[in-house]
Each structure stands twice: as structure tokens, then as C-alpha cells.
């Protein structure tokens, strides 16, 4: 049937995308989300860089929405062209445990298109 994948992977409780250290700064390389909202939990991020930008605002081409420099808690990555890419970065502070990452398009999330990863 259909699914949705992380890293390969379909949804599985068991077992976690990674660990990340607590107070560890975290810089992250998203592709392969177009047009799936992805929705990170807990710890706010900023958008560093994303290949689909108008150069002189710096936000996105497809809704003017979503610029560089934002603190984001879900990355809606436009697709105007084909393939983009976003460079996000996070500081996981104050809670440790399962940080869930997701698809906001619930049909999506349903297809097992979320993941997680442990903070420690």
C-alpha cells in the first residue's frame, strides 16, 4: 500500500530515527519533503537556508511566507520547481525523551509518515 517514508523508513515505535544530545546545537539538511508540511515537536527551529527562496527577501517563491532567519515549528518547504532543500537549525533544550517529527497532513501521518528521535 501507501506510505510515507523518513530516512528510508517506514514509522516503527521501536525504533528511533537517532539520539541527539540535550543542549547540543543541531543543523539539519531537509529534502524530499515537498509539499508535506513537516511538523517538529518541542523545539522551536530556524530556517538557515532553503534552495527555493526569492534572493532579494529571502522567503519563499511559492507563498512569500516563510523566510530565512524565521524560528518555525513546522517547515512548509514550496515547490515551484521541482526538488528543494532547506538547512534548518535547532537547539534541543530543557526536555529530554522522544522529540516526534511529522507530516501535518494527518492522512500522511496515518501512511506512517513520522518518526522520532531521542534526546538525551
Given at each position: ?27 539539519w539538511l531537509v529534502e524530499g519533503v ?24 529571502g522567503c519563499d517563491l511559492e507563498f512569500g511566507y516563510q523566510c530565512v ?52
Amino acid at each position: 500500500g501507501n506510505s510515507c517514508l523518513f530516512n528510508g523508513m517506514i514509522f516503527n515505535k521501536s525504533e528511533s530515527m537517532g539520539v541527539i544530545g540535550l543542549g547540543k546545537v543541531q543543523q539539519w539538511l531537509v529534502e524530499g519533503v515537498e509539499g508535506h508540511p513537516l511538523h517538529i515537536h518541542v523545539n522551536p527551529h530556524q530556517i538557515i537556508d532553503f534552495s527555493s527562496k526569492n534572493e532579494s527577501t529571502g522567503c519563499d517563491l511559492e507563498f512569500g511566507y516563510q523566510c530565512v532567519g524565521d524560528m518555525i515549528d513546522t517547515l512548509q518547504i514550496p515547490q515551484p520547481n521541482g526538488h528543494a532543500v532547506a538547512k534548518i537549525r535547532f537547539l534541543p533544550t530543557d526536555f529530554v525523551g522522544p522529540q516526534v517529527l511529522h507530516c501535518h497532513y494527518l492522512v500522511h501521518e496515518d501512511l506512517g509518515c513520522l518518526t522520532y528521535h531521542q534526546i538525551q
